[in-house]
Each structure stands twice: as structure tokens, then as C-alpha cells.
């Protein structure tokens, strides 16, 4: 499975971003699509997760009400919409794939990895 992110960007504190995870090799449908994030200096923490097999979602506290995970089975995307953003998003967004039951906020979980896409929220 080959991991292809997109959609970062600059943009002021308050505006939206929707960002793109999309797959390229296997099938997704045992899969769990996770957005995952690493700011300068800090440790890459989870965001959010998606199972593709019953649709279930998880999210981290810091973006629960402002974040949105989807997936679009045809295009093989996962999509993370953005909305109020604020300063402390800004990171490089890195979106990960494994083989799990339910989705988890472990990254050592996680077999596949993107290459990531920088997120810059200004004040």
C-alpha cells in the first residue's frame, strides 16, 4: 500500500483545510486509515482514524467538533475536513494504514505511512 497525502496549506486561525489520504496497491477494506501529526519540536500525536470495514471513527480531544474523517471507497481517499483552525494545528499531517479491528491513536500500529503535508494556521 503506497500512501499519497494532500491538501495542506497556509491559512489564518478559523478557516478550513480538507485535507486527502489516497491509497494506491491493496484493497482498503480490512483497513483502518489513521491522520496523524507532528509539530515542530513535539512528538507526532493521533488526530484521527477511520475503519473502513464498518465506518467507525475515533478522534483525538484536541480536534473533536472542528475535525471530520470520511472516505470515499471508489477514489481509495480517506479526507480529514479541517474547520476552525486554530494556531495549535499547525503541523505536518501525516495520514498511516494498517491492518487493525477497530481504529486505534497507536502509530506503532500502523504499517503504511504517507509522506506527510504541512498544515500552517496563522493568527
Known amino acids: 500500500v503506497q500512501l499519497q497525502a494532500s491538501g495542506g496549506g497556509l491559512v489564518q486561525g478559523g478557516d478550513s483545510l480538507r485535507l486527502s489520504c489516497a491509497a494506491s496497491g491493496r484493497t482498503f477494506s480490512t483497513y483502518v486509515t489513521a491522520w496523524f501529526r507532528q509539530a515542530l519540536g513535539k512528538r507526532r500525536e493521533y488526530v484521527s482514524a477511520?475503519?473502513?470495514?464498518?465506518?467507525?471513527?475515533g478522534y483525538a480531544d484536541s480536534v473533536k467538533g472542528r475535525f471530520t474523517i470520511s472516505r470515499d471507497n471508489a477514489k481509495k481517499t480517506v479526507y480529514l475536513q479541517m474547520n476552525s483552525l486554530k494556531p495549535d494545528d499547525t503541523a505536518v499531517y501525516y495520514c498511516?494504514?494498517?491492518?487493525?479491528?477497530?481504529?486505534?491513536?497507536?502509530?506503532?500500529?500502523?504499517?503504511?505511512w504517507g509522506q506527510g503535508t504541512q498544515v500552517t494556521v496563522s493568527s
Open positions: 498511516a494504514s494498517g491492518i487493525l479491528a477497530r481504529v486505534s491513536d497507536l502509530p506503532a500500529l500502523y504499517d503504511y
Open positions: 477511520i475503519n473502513w470495514s464498518d465506518d467507525t471513527t
